[in-house]
């Protein structure tokens, strides 16, 4: 995908590569759970927020919304890379290595895509944050670890990635190509948009009065409209596009999905532990925002799907 360049003055951007700052956890004594859980599922990426986490948790008969009321409880201090003197931070930190232009990049046009979809239809738009970190950091929902994949934080607004995950992507799932980095990015840029509409909020508010069967249902549907509203945002770029880039999309949508990650990891399916959706659904609807370009067609909260 031929993506313009990024505006260092357009984007909001910080780095936490390089410095301290991991620790802490989701809130509460669950978060210490969760992080003591890292090591070993490291190797275990998914690419909506923390899918890989949330999916162990399930299978192991935990409940993981119990771990996302946000705030960490970590006594860490955020620690950020500074520009030099007279120097944006964005164009520092875009500029660290060829998967930060990149992410730049694509962050750039998801946020242009969106602030035009929102003027067209009246609304204000607030623009998010891209956080990079290496290994860990720390966000406003709390750590930040390489083993989530990258995820977006409501409270801060912000969008959190350790490039490294790209790497994992390609090698370990097969999802090679600059469209399936994009992908991730459009996707989790997806989740402001949910943020800003009062989407998330209401998912939330299912999460902490239903029971664990329910709450993993709207985290689907969440993890669904964010996918659709990927495949908006390449719609609306569509005279970008290359040969092979739909494939690349379609084969990272794939990789990713909730039954595949668990038959790969214990070797059987269990659909009542789904947080973000199965291979055929994250791929048909990242197709129908594609197709249509049209955020209303990404109703994935009405009927089936």
Known sequence: MRLDDYDPNDINVGDQRGEGGGGGGFGGGGGGLLLGLLPMIGSRFGCG??????????????????LLGGGGG???TQVTRSAPAGENEAATACAVNPESRASCQAFN???????????????EFAKPTLQFYGGSGKS???AAQAAMGPFYCPTDRGIYLDTSFFNELANRFGAKGDFAQYYVIAHEFGHHIQNLLGTSDQVQRIQRTAGEREGNAASVRLELQADCYAGVWAAANRNQLEPGDLEEGMTAARAIGDDTLQRE?????????FTHGSSEQRMRWLRRGLETGDPAQCDTFSGAI
């Open 140 to 142: 406003g929902c709390g």
């Open 74 to 76: 970590s006594n860490s």
């Open 49 to 66: 927020g923390i899918v890989v986490v949330l999916i162990i948790l399930a299978v192991m008969g935990l409940n993981p919304l119990s």
């Open 265 to 273: 990891g214990q070797g059987r399916v269990v659909p009542d532990s």
């Open 109 to 123: 046009s998801a946020q242009r895509t969106w602030v035009a979809l929102f003027a067209k239809s009246n609304q």
